[in-house]
């Protein structure tokens, strides 16, 4: 039984992998590449790594997955669209693309960036 419950758990975890890196291939990687490596002229997300460190810099990374970015390469659409779920999980992804270190994202700190409807020109770097 103990075996059987171990097995469904760990293919949880497998289906819940292979749906973030679905959600990232139809929402990131387009612009930001399969390993957050950059797809010209859209940057690569190395240089989000000091962000997840920091409150303001966890909260920079929720506003800009939920409202955009105006960037140099143009603008990057927001996603509030997705679900609290989705955002979290695909910062997380993120940060172990990076290889960053600090908690998981939370459904809840993505909740409490909602509503806001900031436009992409308002979102600034910490």
Not at 93 to 114: N, Q, S, T, Y
């Amino acid at each position: 039984m103990k075996r059987a419950l171990l097995v469904l758990f760990l293919l949880g975890l497998s289906a819940s992998a292979q749906g973030v890196e679905a959600l990232w291939a139809r929402t990131c990687a387009q612009c930001h590449g399969e390993r957050a490596q950059g797809v010209r002229p859209y940057p690569g997300l190395q240089g989000a790594l000091p962000l997840f460190a920091t409150p303001e810099g966890r909260r920079y990374l929720v506003l800009v997955v939920l409202y955009g970015k105006k960037g140099e390469a143009g603008l990057m659409p927001g996603f509030a669209q997705l679900k609290d779920e989705e955002v979290a999980a695909l910062l997380n992804h993120l940060m172990a693309l990076l290889k960053a270190k600090g908690e998981p994202f939370k459904p809840e700190e993505v909740r409490k960036e909602r509503g806001q409807n900031l436009a992409p020109d308002r979102i600034q770097r910490p």
